[in-house]
């Protein structure tokens, strides 16, 4: 490493074999990147607890109404933006279709994050104490 933060990896070579040194390198790379079936499951529940501590905030410093229906306009407010910020992304950045960006997705994990979704919408209802 240099003074200044930036790292020389030719000089990481000189104390290891160019083949441990490749090989360390795809095993990091499989582990972190390869599992991504993993990586969205294990999101999942994170974001899910993320989701309800954010509506139960929400509703409480608002102080927005208990009524079931305007707790779900509210959720569904947020899930148009989420969807507008993932097709954003997904289609505009990336250069993708729809159909390509569903095709994309895995069967069992793109499951879980729809249904994760469809929970974001309808949580605000179950925020708080008021329930109408």
């Known amino acids: 490493m240099h003074l200044d933060g930036s790292v020389d990896c ?5 104390g290891s074999t160019v083949k441990e040194t490749l090989k360390a390198g795809v095993l990091y790379f499989l582990l972190v990147f390869a599992g991504v079936r993993t990586a969205e499951l294990a999101e999942a ?7 309800i501590l954010a509506a ?3 509703v409480r410093h ?28 997904g289609l505009w950045i990336r250069g993708m279709t729809i159909r390509g960006y569903f095709a994309a997705r895995d069967t069992i994990s793109g499951a879980v994050y729809f249904k994760t979704l469809g929970a974001f919408a ?6 708080g104490r008021g329930r109408a």
Do not use: K
């Not at 030719?10 to 000189?14: D, E, K, N, P, R």
């Not at 009524?67 to 910020?85: N, Q, T």
């Open 122 to 127: 309808v949580i605000p209802i179950f925020a």
């Open 56 to 58: 139960r905030w929400v």
């Open 62 to 89: 608002v102080q927005y109404s208990p009524l079931r229906s305007r707790r779900l306009a509210m959720g569904c407010i947020a899930l148009g933006l989420m969807l507008v910020a993932e097709f954003t992304v």
């Open 10 to 14: 030719g000089l990481a070579l000189a």
């Open 45 to 51: 529940p994170i974001m899910f607890g993320i989701s």
